[in-house]
């Protein structure tokens, strides 16, 4: 028998429904839209589907409606606390990704107008400035809450590369027009 693989997304059901105490995928996926999904894209369809995976693996428990529609809620076993746990110990050695899908574009600039460039910078900067204010919010929020601290220390890491983006675009953006 081999040796069950997890991703990020396997860690992140676990660590979320240990969270949480139980839930079901829909509660899964509010969550992680109101917290790493800011940071951190996981599609949608694997929180649905890999609760189950998990459940079968013997770290999740699963109790499903008996009527009605039938909502599986999900909660972390003993066997699924050590896994998670294993994980939270190992220090983490693999490199980090800029997935910023405006670099992409940058990147083969060259092969465009200037002036396309200019447009996407200025879209670029539009869009952090938009995401540093909701996540002032969400600072507000969780900032003087001691059970959130981890939480806002995330939020924190976030907030830095969402102004080293702004700064960046906004660099691009200048020179841009400056031709």
Not at 24 to 50: D, I, R
Not at 71 to 96: C, F, H, M, N, Q
Request: net charge negative; hydrophobic share 40%.
């Amino acid at each position: 028998m081999s040796t069950p693989r997890f991703s990020h997304t396997s860690y992140l059901v676990l660590g979320t429904v240990a969270g949480l105490g139980a839930a079901t995928p829909y509660e899964l996926k509010q969550m992680v839209n109101a917290s790493l999904g800011c940071f951190w894209s996981f599609p949608h369809s694997q929180l649905y589907s890999e609760p189950d995976r998990l459940a079968d693996l013997g770290l999740l428990e699963v109790d499903q409606e008996p009527a009605g529609r039938r909502r599986k809620r999900y909660s972390i076993t003993d066997a699924g606390r050590e896994v998670l746990l294993a994980w939270l110990r190992e220090p983490e050695a693999e490199r980090a990704e800029i997935r910023e899908p405006g670099l992409l574009k940058l990147f083969f600039g060259a092969l465009a107008e200037s002036e396309d460039m200019t447009r996407l910078a200025r879209a670029r900067v539009e869009l952090y400035e938009q995401e540093l204010e909701r996540f002032e919010v969400i600072e507000k929020a969780i900032s003087d809450d001691p059970d959130m601290s981890y939480p806002y220390a995330t939020l924190r890491l976030g907030i830095a590369v969402s102004r080293a983006s702004l700064a960046f675009w906004t660099e691009i953006a200048s020179q841009e027009a400056a031709g």
